[in-house]
T-cell receptor
């Protein structure tokens, strides 16, 4: 089945700097890669996702890149702000028509923004 | 209006007891899930239902039994609770089998003493 590894587990950056979180996946059939943000005591919420037919997607200060050959994908947050402090999860999923279709999460990265 | 709602938010109970968590979504989605988040924040899928049909059943002890009376509701019943069952249980829904965006409930924090 799919396995998703995420690094680093904790990340501290100065406000205004950039943060990068990296993930790798194991199943080449995976075609959907979402990123979720979970603030302390809250539910995980989708912040951006990418499908395997594109290599990069951007939404304001957040961008995700995907390298299908290497089975890597990354989250980039620019001009970080205090409200970016949270746990971020990457995930990968196989198409629904596969009997193994499900969204598998990485282990999370706790991002802290230093003032 | 809350899109995905779970009750109760907090559950504190003794080992050996039986407890249930209820989940409802008003998004008109076809697929619902239970995820378990342990103390290290790992989010692990447990079950998924699509239009009341069980489509994902991970390696979960059979003390855990999900039930979907209709596509808007997914409940989780846990028998003979153990200390290791302590976690936050998240219900989620998605438009269809997807994969696509998961809409999570607020979570139910279960503490087994």
């Amino acid at each position: 089945g799919e396995n998703v590894e995420q690094h680093p587990s904790t990340l501290s950056v100065q406000e205004g700097d950039s943060a990068v979180i990296k993930c790798t996946y194991s199943d080449s059939a995976s075609n959907y890669f979402p990123w979720y943000k979970q603030e302390l005591g809250k539910r995980p919420q989708l912040i951006i996702d990418i499908r395997s037919n594109v290599g990069e997607k951007k939404d304001q200060r957040i961008a995700v890149t995907l390298n299908k050959t290497a089975k890597h994908f990354s989250l980039h947050i620019t001009e970080t702000q205090p409200e970016d402090s949270a746990v971020y999860f990457c995930a990968a999923a196989i198409p629904w028509y596969s009997s193994a279709s499900k969204i598998i999460f990485g282990s999370g990265t706790r991002l802290s923004i230093r003032p | 209006d809350t899109a995905v709602s779970q009750t109760p938010k907090y559950l504190v109970t003794q080992m050996g007891n039986d407890k249930s968590i209820k989940c409802e979504q008003n998004l008109g989605h076809d697929t619902m899930y239970w995820y378990k988040q342990d103390s290290k924040k790992f989010l692990k899928i447990m079950f998924s239902y699509n239009n009341k049909e069980l489509i994902i059943n991970e390696t979960v002890p059979n003390r855990f039994s999900p039930k979907s009376p209709d596509k808007a509701h997914l409940n989780l019943h846990i028998n003979s609770l153990e200390l290791g069952d302590s976690a936050v249980y998240f219900c989620a829904s998605s438009l269809d089998r997807g994969p696509g965006e998961l809409f999570f409930g607020e979570g139910s924090r279960l503490t087994v003493l």
